[in-house]
């Protein structure tokens, strides 16, 4: 039954912070304004439910063209291109505050996989790209959970090492939490990611996930 009120959910979550979250919208608009770049939005490309393509709203926290510069989708530990705002704000994950528009207007849920740029999506094995979008992108989701802590997981690998890591490692295992959401996609469900990611924020080596979905893909060795 939530499966078919899922859309309801993220309607009225969604209309809800907005209205909740316009002073700090408008806060930070107005600091992005006068710093940086002084840009505030940027619209990219990514992959969404049934493997459709749209773009996603976010808060702008990189310089300009950053994809092709350093490690390109790839963001590090001290990333040299993300500008001093962008950079509590990416901590924060405010920069992600926007998305709560692509979710109002249905192409987004507030729980599900992220939406990945098709060079990112290109790096989940073939049978894991077939059916990962079978449930729309989210706002957060329990990849974003389990990798809270990615930008340390990846710090002092060469890009020519990182592009291993996520093709052989990072993917491969967030693409199986994926298909665990679906498998166990339900309200409770929902409530448990949506409160655990505002909880890793503050606790990112939390074991909370793991005790809480006592049956997740076995964790691999690099997150031990």
Same mark, same amino acid.
């Given at each position: 039954?939530?499966?078919?009120?899922?859309?309801?959910?993220?309607?009225?979550?969604?209309?809800?912070? #907005?209205?909740?979250?316009?002073?700090?919208?408008?806060? !930070?608009?107005?600091?992005?304004?006068?710093?940086?770049?002084?840009?505030?939005?940027?619209?990219?490309?990514?992959?969404?439910?049934?493997?459709?393509?749209?773009?996603?709203?976010?808060?702008?926290?990189?310089?300009?063209?950053?994809?092709?510069?350093?490690?390109?989708?790839?963001?590090?530990?001290?990333?040299?291109?993300?500008?001093?705002?962008?950079?509590?704000?990416?901590?924060?994950?405010?920069?992600?505050?926007?998305? !709560?528009?692509?979710?109002?207007?249905?192409?987004?849920?507030?729980?599900?996989?992220?939406?990945?740029?098709?060079?990112?999506?290109?790096?989940?094995?073939?049978?894991?790209?077939?059916?990962?979008?079978?449930?729309?992108?989210?706002?957060?989701?329990?990849?974003?959970?389990?990798?809270?802590?990615?930008?340390?997981?990846?710090?002092?690998?060469?890009?020519?090492?990182?592009?291993?890591?996520?093709?052989?490692?990072?993917?491969?295992?967030?693409?199986?939490?994926? #298909?665990?959401?679906?498998?166990?996609?339900?309200?409770?469900?929902?409530?448990?990611?949506?409160?655990?990611?505002?909880?890793?924020?503050?606790?990112?080596?939390?074991?909370?996930?793991?005790?809480?979905?006592?049956?997740?893909?076995?964790?691999?060795?690099?997150?031990?």
């Amino acid at each position: 039954m939530y499966r078919i009120n899922k859309r309801a959910f993220d309607f009225l979550a969604s209309l809800s912070a #907005l209205l909740i979250l316009s002073p700090l919208f408008c806060a !930070i608009i107005v600091i992005l304004l006068f710093t940086g770049e002084h840009q505030v939005f940027f619209l990219q490309r990514r992959v969404g439910h049934r493997n459709r393509r749209f773009h996603v709203l976010k808060f702008v926290t990189m310089v300009k063209n950053s994809p092709n510069i350093g490690t390109g989708i790839i963001t590090v530990r001290n990333d040299p291109r993300v500008l001093p705002v962008g950079r509590f704000l990416r901590k924060t994950k405010l920069n992600e505050l926007p998305q !709560i528009v692509n979710v109002l207007v249905g192409q987004m849920s507030v729980v599900g996989p992220r939406p990945l740029a098709e060079s990112g999506f290109e790096k989940y094995p073939a049978d894991i790209q077939a059916c990962i979008y079978n449930v729309k992108p989210g706002l957060t989701g329990i990849g974003s959970v389990i990798f809270r802590d990615e930008e340390n997981i990846i710090h002092g690998r060469t890009p020519e090492e990182l592009r291993t890591f996520y093709s052989e490692k990072i993917m491969p295992y967030k693409g199986a939490l994926e #298909l665990w959401y679906q498998e166990n996609l339900s309200f409770a469900t929902d409530m448990k990611i949506i409160f655990l990611t505002a909880w890793v924020i503050f606790f990112p080596k939390s074991e909370l996930p793991y005790k809480w979905f006592k049956n997740l893909p076995e964790r691999p060795e690099f997150l031990k």
